[in-house]
């Protein structure tokens, strides 16, 4: 009877291993290269596999191995390795032609399934998939190292796809590494739902993603303003221009109310005996608790709580009435914040800087908040504190 192992050799220009399963049959020795790729630190000094998520890998090409040399009866015990090798490959290529998935259309069919926000980051990936091959469909097998290296390339030359930004602003470093972790989650998603590897039915036995891996995007770009910049907003007069004025009263908000988002904020229910209780869209499916907030009214922003109040009693503030949807929201926030920017000296001005601002002003040695107090009120879901480190 052959058996198999997998096993690693030469190592390749860009300093990875291709996995290799050695085949011995009556007294021949062959091996079949595999789409599985190893770093240096996945093996031991002896070039022995050594990552536990690889050598699962190679286990399931080796009972799909098994599986077809069992389908073949006795005959497999006359046949030469070289016929055995051509009759393995044989099968599974047959295999990879009877079965398809249309990549795109599964990650689209996904989107069904998640929160408004992850749903649209997947119609988006999905949607530059399409602009990048230039068509609707993408069978699951051509998504190999070399594809997954060029689409990258495309995003990061291609311009923005939002807006006024289509005139040539290129997409930001966060943008393509969003994209591909859409990429890499679907992709991990088909492999559990399709393959069967206890039966020894693995439709997709490729792994891209153990070899790929995204560049770098460098130092996070500073957002967080300081407390002298933060008291400019508040001092900034209105200018009776609506989305200005909305804009500025929104910073503060956000600011005030432990850096709650543009989405919570349109969304959130009516305030509770003075607290401000709602769960954080963004990390609500992640959380145990649904991520709820629980947010005291400080005195100082009470004014501007009850200038946006909802008048019907459905919500706490009653901008749903006048924008819609979060995305019209949301760019008419960060609209108002540019025309505010020059007018307290910065270079950009967003609503997402609130956050940040409020979280590090209260780390700070001037205010002197412990960093998990801060993790706790960002309702980060990461119990390393990498997100809040940022």
């Given amino acids: 009877m052959a058996t198999f192992k997998a096993i690693i050799q030469d190592k390749k220009k860009d300093g990875t291993f291709r996995v290799k399963i050695r085949v011995i049959h009556n007294a021949g020795v062959r091996r079949i290269p595999t789409n599985i790729f190893v770093s240096e630190t996945q093996v031991t000094r002896t070039l022995k596999i050594k990552d536990q998520q690889v050598i699962d890998q190679a286990e399931n090409l080796i009972r799909r191995f098994r599986s077809i040399c069992n389908t073949m009866g006795s005959v497999v015990d006359s046949m030469p390795v070289d016929a055995l090798v051509k009759r393995i490959k044989e099968e599974l290529r047959d295999a990879e032609q009877s079965w398809r998935l249309d990549f795109i259309a599964y990650m689209l069919d996904l989107a069904k399934r998640m929160t408004p926000g992850t749903a649209s980051l997947q119609k988006t990936t999905a949607n530059a998939l399409m602009r990048f091959t230039g068509r609707s469909n993408l069978d699951i097998s051509e998504i190999n190292f070399s594809f997954l290296t060029r689409f990258e390339t495309f995003l990061r030359t291609e311009t923005s796809q939002r807006g006024s930004a289509r005139s040539g602003v290129p997409k930001k470093g966060r943008a393509v590494s969003l994209y591909i972790g859409r990429i890499r989650s679907a992709y991990n998603t088909a492999k559990n739902e399709f ?87 963004k990390t609500a499916s992640r959380r145990a608790d649904k991520a709820e907030m629980r947010v005291k009214i400080p005195s100082c922003i009470a004014s501007i709580v009850d200038k946006y109040r909802d008048t019907e009693g459905r919500r706490l503030f009653g901008f749903y009435q006048s924008y819609g949807n979060r995305s019209n929201f949301t760019r008419a926030l960060n609209k108002g914040l540019s025309e505010l920017k020059g007018k307290i000296g910065v270079e950009d001005l967003t609503f997402y800087a609130a956050r940040h601002s409020m979280a590090t002003i209260a780390c700070s040695s001037a205010v002197g908040i412990n960093k998990s107090v801060v993790h706790e009120m960002l309702n980060h879901v990461d119990p390393s504190m990498k997100v809040t480190d940022i």
């Fill in 195 to 281: 393959n069967d590897e206890e039966a020894g039915i693995i439709r997709i036995p490729w792994s891209p993603f153990s070899k790929y891996k995204i560049k770098p995007d460098g130092v996070t770009k500073k957002r967080a303003l300081s407390a002298e910049t933060i008291q400019k907003i508040i001092e900034l007069p209105y200018t009776g221009l609506k989305r200005e004025d909305v804009a500025k009263d929104c910073f503060l908000l956000s600011f005030c109310l432990f850096g709650m988002n543009s989405v919570d904020m349109l969304e959130c229910p009516p305030e509770k005996e003075g607290e401000v209780v709602y769960y954080r869209k």
